[in-house]
């Protein structure tokens, strides 16, 4: 499965936020550092960590979440929404013509996906 | 060994079939003029998939192809084409231009570039650059399975601001899912993905496979071997195992030990009883279990356990008919797995049950 590196460290650092009653803003620099690490580790685009984790911080700091009753749960909330964010925000699907033919045209260069199908002509 | 074979081509034969699943009618069509054998290629994935392919050898120019192709889609009434076109190994001018004619000459409705998710940030440079240069309108990573850090994934939206519309999950060539960012994101951090694993056994289940079965039971008579296979066959068919258990809330984490090859084994000791003994399975005594191991490769445990599991899903179906199952019950069946457990286990549940 994809993002197992960066699936383990992200859920570490949920069931730590999970437990916490109270959080100060230095825990929170600190809990982010981890994730910017484990997205740099992920191969992520290093502006693209740099955005993500600015508005993370923004944003928890913003919403009072260090006041609110549960901050872990807020503090995930908001990791999450980035995270949709990131990946794409909305589904997009194909955009279907209502007359069709749909023409789709896949682009690309070789060797996307060689060797499993060098397995397959073997 | 053909090292040249690029990703388009299955994925196009993919996304053809994922298409097919939505109710619409799709054409492939073959655009690699250069490469006799992706034509070939294709007409093999079309063939698997009983999907038309179009090609034509003789002509080069690839635009008239694809136009070619669009009127044979409207005379035999294909509401998607899908052009796959040539690749090279690195983008390059002439590359470009070819596709900018397809482009000016068809009007595609969708530019999808297929990206590798293992090149990491060179996928994310690659959209990018095809992007640039000729406009893309969504991107389709393929093995997303393999790519343990996920980097391009997360990436290629920001860089180029193009969504990522498929991607690609397995070899098989049902393994392609649309890209839900909500729902990625509650994979990653472990909040599990029920939608995807309702919406697979949607697809795969096989109503009336489950009608007659359904039957079979009311009519009182037993669950023979013969249904337990089929059953296992559907379970199956929704991907492996270990890849469904990821998606449940929590179970993301944990390693449980459930191998695909359990529900191999079982395929095979199934598959070396004759037809009387998977309908009457109180046939199997000693010989005829050693026979079974001999045939499946496995060993005279494997039947005598996998055996005592059966029997007790067996008891456990009656008693759920009759309904008065213990509501104990209910709750442990909920986190049973009955392949893995001990004899010992195994010996005491019957006792509980009988």
Request: proline share 3%.
């Amino acid at each position: 499965m994809a993002f197992e590196g960066l699936s383990e460290k992200l859920q570490a650092f949920t069931r730590k936020l999970r437990g916490k009653a109270r959080i100060t803003e230095s825990d929170l620099n600190d809990m982010l550092r981890e994730v910017k690490l484990a997205l740099l580790e992920a191969d992520v685009n290093y502006k693209v960590v740099k955005e993500f984790i600015n508005n993370i911080h923004d944003k928890a700091l913003g919403s009072d979440v260090l006041k609110s009753l549960t901050p872990g749960q807020q503090v995930i909330k908001i990791v999450k929404d980035e995270l949709v964010e990131l990946l794409g925000g909305t589904d997009s699907k194909i955009a279907f013509t209502p007359n069709p033919p749909t023409v789709i045209m896949l682009i690309g260069l070789q060797g996307s996906r060689k060797d499993n199908n060098s397995r397959k002509t073997c | 060994m053909d090292f040249k074979v690029h990703g388009k081509t299955t994925t196009a034969g993919k996304l053809a079939n994922l298409l097919r699943k939505q109710g619409k009618n799709p054409l492939l069509v073959a655009c690699d003029v250069y490469r006799p054998a992706a034509i070939k290629q294709l007409q093999v994935v079309g063939g698997q998939l009983n999907i038309p392919v179009f090609a034509n050898e003789t002509e080069k120019d690839v635009v008239k192809i694809a136009k070619q192709a669009k009127e044979i889609a409207i005379s035999k009434l294909n509401d998607v084409v899908i052009l796959d076109t040539a690749g090279r190994l690195q983008i390059d001018e002439e590359l470009m231009t070819e596709l900018k004619n397809v482009k000016l000459g068809v009007k595609p409705h969708e530019i999808l570039l297929v990206v590798d998710s293992m090149t990491g940030q060179e996928a994310v440079n690659i959209a990018q650059k095809f992007n640039e240069d000729l406009g893309i309108d969504g991107v389709v990573l393929t093995k997303l399975d393999g790519d343990t850090r996920g980097g391009a994934a997360i990436s290629v939206k920001k860089v180029t601001g193009k969504p990522i519309k498929f991607a690609g999950t397995g070899e098989k060539l049902n393994e392609i899912e649309e890209f839900h960012p909500n729902r990625m994101a509650s994979r990653i951090l472990g909040m599990g993905d029920v939608l995807s694993i309702i919406e697979q056994a949607e697809e795969q289940f096989d109503a009336e496979e489950a009608l007659k079965l359904e039957k079979k039971l009311r009519k009182n008579k037993e669950l023979d071997l013969n249904d337990y296979l089929a059953q296992l066959r559907q379970v199956k068919k929704m991907g492996s195992f270990s890849s469904l258990l990821k998606m449940i809330p929590g179970m993301g984490n944990i390693n449980l030990n459930v191998s695909d090859k359990e529900f191999e084994k079982i395929e095979a000791i199934i598959c070396s009883m004759t037809n009387k003994e998977r309908e009457n399975p109180k046939l199997l005594n000693a010989s005829r279990r050693m026979r079974i191991a001999k045939g499946s490769g496995t060993e005279v445990q494997d039947i005598n356990k996998f055996m005592k599991s059966f029997e007790l899903t067996q008891s456990m179906m009656k008693k759920m008919k009759s309904g008065n199952l213990d509501p104990r019950m209910k709750k442990m069946m909920g986190k049973l797995n009955l392949d893995k457990m001990s004899e010992d286990e195994l010996n005491e549940l019957a006792n509980k049950l009988k």
